[in-house]
């Protein structure tokens, strides 16, 4: 799989933003009703599946959630510095430094995987390749999960989190797009849930997609 061109700046960008990240709580679910709703009804439907894999896992808050909510759930992230965090605030699961350009993911392995706001960093041209590599790594009625920010262009980014100095492109994404992209990873649309701007923030979108289960016999 290409690796995107600017990995490394995204990484140390990462690395640079994860403790203000932490400590402004970004991404916490407790104020998030429909958020937990997505996934819970993700964990749910891949029970006794298989492991879990959430990618781009930040500090570990959603991992945490899928674990206590039954499944085998860890983490990876591209950031070693997030990782810490994660490792220290869930010593008990289990988190590993990776991109999601370069897993290492052996077919039909995993009862879903997860992209919760952590792969809009990814080219455009590279996200079709990682959608194909998670597709693969499902097992029958497995799913992938993601969310991501709803658009048709690229914000370049060179501060976030309280003014923390980075360097990435958010690429947004139309829903349509991603569904396709989807589907063409050989992937079933389950569900999609539209969350409108508010704020500063962009539209918002939670995509679950499944891999088909073979016909029953008869």
Do not use: K
């Amino acid at each position: 799989m290409q690796q995107p061109a600017d990995l490394d700046e995204v990484r140390a960008s990462y690395d640079r933003v994860a403790d203000a990240y932490v400590d402004l709580a970004v991404g916490r679910l407790e104020d998030e009703p429909w958020l937990r709703a997505a996934l819970d009804a993700f964990a749910e439907d891949v029970a006794g599946l298989g492991p879990v894999l959430d990618v781009g896992c930040g500090p570990g808050h959603v991992t945490a959630h899928l674990s206590a909510r039954g499944l085998d759930a860890r983490g990876v992230d591209l950031s070693p510095r997030m990782v810490e965090h994660a490792r220290r605030r869930y010593p008990a699961l289990r988190f590993d430094v990776a991109s999601a350009t370069d897993l290492d993911l052996a077919p039909r392995s995993l009862g879903g995987v997860l992209g919760w706001w952590s792969l809009f960093n990814l080219p455009r041209e590279v996200l079709p390749e990682v959608l194909v590599d998670f597709a693969q790594a499902l097992v029958p009625g497995g799913q992938v999960l993601m969310g991501t920010h709803v658009g048709d262009h690229d914000v370049p980014r060179r501060q976030a989190y309280g003014g923390v100095p980075v360097t990435w492109t958010t690429h947004r994404w139309l829903p349509e797009q991603l569904v396709d992209m989807l589907t063409g990873a050989g992937l079933e649309a389950v569900a999609e849930v539209r969350f409108p701007a508010s704020g500063d923030q962009p539209p918002q979108v939670v995509l679950a997609a499944r891999r088909p289960r073979p016909p029953l016999p008869g």
